[in-house]
């Protein structure tokens, strides 16, 4: 159910604006309102540049949490609310000497591990120059000489010597290295050097670079290379451990530091809502009417200790004003809010529709997934769910909310799962009146379940329609509560469609029933029916049509209208679709829309009517499939046992409790949003979000 709202609005001195918020926020019963300078004259907006600074250092934070600890929890700290906004220079004094030092560390950090990796490359080429009997010394550019070294794929060695021997100034030597790769070692005059380089590059030649700083002698080299990589390492380790106890540090002030900034971020957010002139701050908010006396209290109580500086009102909203939804319903029915915020968030004028849709949701379930064992199982899951796991999520929907609409799935199922006679998929002995093992393969009992399912659909798409009626008539929109297509004339004409339809299919209310009675023995009773009609019936209303007006208007002939017996369900059927058409392009006259828009609207009505009561053939559909798998289960066991139980028992018993689950589950949503709550719902609303602290 919806709670009323008021309009609550507040003026006092500016020195108090801080204090005001943060009481209200620790109250948490007020949504504010963004107010424009039209609305007061001499107040201007506050500026949001404190704001967007405030929401910088909630980014920093954020960040230097990710890169010190993820995934870490915050240990709680115990936090004393201030009076005033927390000063974001002094906040970010204390959030830039974290970075700073991550900063530093992450950079020596990157850089030893860097250098540590170019040192293992020079001990690589060390080694092959060792190989090869060659001193680091004898490699580089000097006076008139240069030297180079590397490797290169043997297939090239005979091209290259053949290439160099064309060179007097050029000394090659190749070595073997691997099977497949030779070590060239090439010395030169430095003026041939770009030549050769080419040449080299030609043939793949990978030089082994050596730096500068290498001692000269290969021995010396070699120590060298490890000994760097030993400083480098610790340096990496001491590196660490300094990152290690600047994230407990981190750790140790998070929470009050967080707390800072997302409580000083959330004042400054409620002050951007406020209007405030040099000396007055004005706040205006929503509030439920059951709230009034709590907030009042407040309010009073703050007035005394300000002696006076403050102003409140409450008023109802304007008829123009977007106010947020306050809704309100009882415990067992509030799983099914998340439900209907599917379809979308009541207006705050519309009828809430969660327990209605809850119930019918429901019981649609039910009704497409009637089977007592495995609706046990979905109620025991809802319990796991509600209560072991009611702090988790799947796929973003609270495990709370689930496990209380499985608790409703699993009775619904197990109450139908009762009537019908099935438990785990076999066949048991149904309490349905009249039924017995095996009804299903009986094509009687088939045409009776499609009618009991259209007779649920009509029922409720009669609901939708008088919710509809209901809710504008609240609120003086009385041309749509009475010639509106999901008014008070598309209820005639959906009547009229009804009883046209069952006119030709008759209507049976219960089948032939056979029932004990104590003392007198087995008693039989009759199917209650109404009788079909026949096409000529239809034909012969429709051709002589003013005749029976005619009838109906002149008392005289009253006797001999009430003689046509078998014609009466048409031609009454047939007045009333006539009277709803004339009503809702009535409608359409008064409302200005045209006559081409009119005819469009009552196609589009008499259309929907029919499909939408059509539509809820797919509950006997979902209903007979899953009896029809018991069915299959049962001659799998009569005559295969091992076979029965399992692909009978076992795997069916599966499929229904994962997949068909989550099939009717879904077409149950589906007949409650698209037959049920377009005829009256609107879901544009906005949830009522109180600022809280």
């Not at 409620?270 to 004005?282: G, N, P, Y």
């Not at 006396?293 to 304007?318: A, C, M, N, Q, W």
């Not at 009804?439 to 009618?451: A, G, H, M």
């Not at 392009?585 to 829309?593: F, N, Q, T, V």
């Amino acid at each position: 159910m919806l709670v009323p709202v008021k309009k609550l609005t507040i003026i006092t001195l500016a020195d108090l604006e801080e204090e005001l918020l943060l009481d209200l926020g620790k109250l948490g019963v007020v949504q504010l309102k963004r107010l424009s300078e039209d609305e007061f004259l001499g107040f201007k907006k506050v500026p949001e540049e404190e704001l967007r600074k405030y929401e910088e250092l909630l980014d920093r934070f954020n960040n230097l949490y990710n890169s010190l600890c993820p995934g870490c929890k915050i240990p709680y700290k115990k936090f004393t609310m201030p009076k005033r906004k927390e000063d974001p220079v002094e906040i970010e004094k204390e959030i830039s000497q974290y970075e700073s030092k991550l900063a530093y560390i992450t950079t020596e950090l990157s850089r030893n591990e860097q250098r540590i990796k170019s040192l293992k490359s020079v001990k690589l080429a060390l080694k092959i120059l060792k190989k090869c009997n060659i001193n680091p010394q004898e490699i580089g550019t000097f006076a008139h000489l240069f030297s180079i070294i590397g490797i290169m794929n043997k297939k090239y060695a005979e091209e290259l010597k053949e290439k160099f021997s064309k060179f007097s100034q050029v000394i090659l030597k190749i070595y073997e290295y691997t099977e497949n790769e030779v070590v060239i070692f090439l010395t030169s005059l430095i003026e041939l050097q770009p030549q050769i380089r080419k040449i080299l590059m030609a043939c793949e030649f990978n030089e082994l670079k050596i730096p500068p700083e290498v001692p000269p002698r290969i021995e010396d080299a070699l120590q060298w290379v490890d000994d760097e990589i030993r400083k480098s390492q610790a340096e990496i380790a001491d590196l660490r451990q300094q990152k290690e106890l600047l994230r407990n540090e981190f750790l140790e002030n998070a929470y009050i530091l967080r707390k800072k900034i997302t409580l000083s971020y959330k004042l400054c957010l409620a002050q951007t809502h406020l209007l405030r002139s040099k000396l007055m701050i004005v706040l205006q908010g929503w509030l439920p009417e059951d709230k009034i006396s709590e907030i009042t209290k407040f309010l009073e109580d703050t007035k005394k200790r300000v002696e006076g500086k403050i102003l409140y009102y409450f008023e109802d909203p304007s008829p123009n004003e977007e106010v947020p939804t306050v809704l309100r319903n009882p415990k067992m029915f509030r799983a099914y809010e998340s439900l209907i915020r599917q379809y979308g968030t009541p207006v705050h004028y519309e009828y809430d529709p969660t327990m209605v849709g809850g119930i019918l949701w429901t019981i649609m379930f039910g009704l497409m997934f009637p089977d007592y064992g495995e609706g046990f199982v979905i109620f025991l899951l809802g319990i796991i769910f509600s209560y072991a796991l009611k702090r988790k999520t799947i796929m973003g929907v609270s495990t709370k909310k689930l496990g209380n609409l499985m608790m409703g799935m699993g009775i619904s199922a197990i109450f139908f799962g009762l009537l019908i006679g099935e438990f785990f998929l076999t066949e048991v002995e149904p309490l349905w009146p009249g039924l017995s093992r095996g009804w299903i393969e009986e094509p009687y009992y088939i045409l009776w379940l499609l009618k009991i399912a259209v007779f649920f659909g009509i029922a409720e798409i009669i609901i939708g329609m008088l919710l509809n009626i209901q809710q504008n008539l609240k609120y003086g929109h009385k041309v749509e509560a009475i010639f509106g297509e999901h008014g008070l004339a598309g209820l005639i004409g959906f009547l009229g469609i009804v009883i046209l339809a069952f006119s030709f299919v008759g209507i049976r209310v219960l089948p032939p029933l056979t029932l004990p009675f104590p003392l007198f023995g087995v008693s039989k009773l009759p199917a209650i029916d109404f009788p079909e009609a026949d096409i000529g019936s239809l034909l012969n209303i429709i051709l002589n049509f003013p005749k029976y007006w005619y009838l109906l208007l002149s008392p005289a002939s009253l006797g001999e209208l009430l003689n046509l017996q078998r014609n009466w369900g048409i031609f009454f059927s047939l007045m009333l679709i006539a009277i709803a058409l004339c009503a809702m392009l009535y409608r359409s006259i008064i409302e200005k829309e045209g006559i081409v828009l009119g005819f469009s609207i009552v196609y589009e009505a008499i259309l929907s009517f029919i499909t939408n009561m059509l539509s809820f053939a797919r509950i006997a559909g979902f209903f007979i499939a899953h009896a029809a798998l018991a069915m299959v289960v049962m001659k799998l066991l009569e005559h295969n046992l091992i076979l029965g139980i399992g692909m009978g028992l076992i795997f069916l018993n599966a499929f229904a409790l994962t997949l068909e689950l989550v099939v009717v589950m879904i077409q149950a949503t589906r007949l409650l949003f698209y037959e049920f709550l377009t005829k009256f719902y609107e879901g544009s609303g906005e949830t009522f979000k109180p600022f809280r602290l």
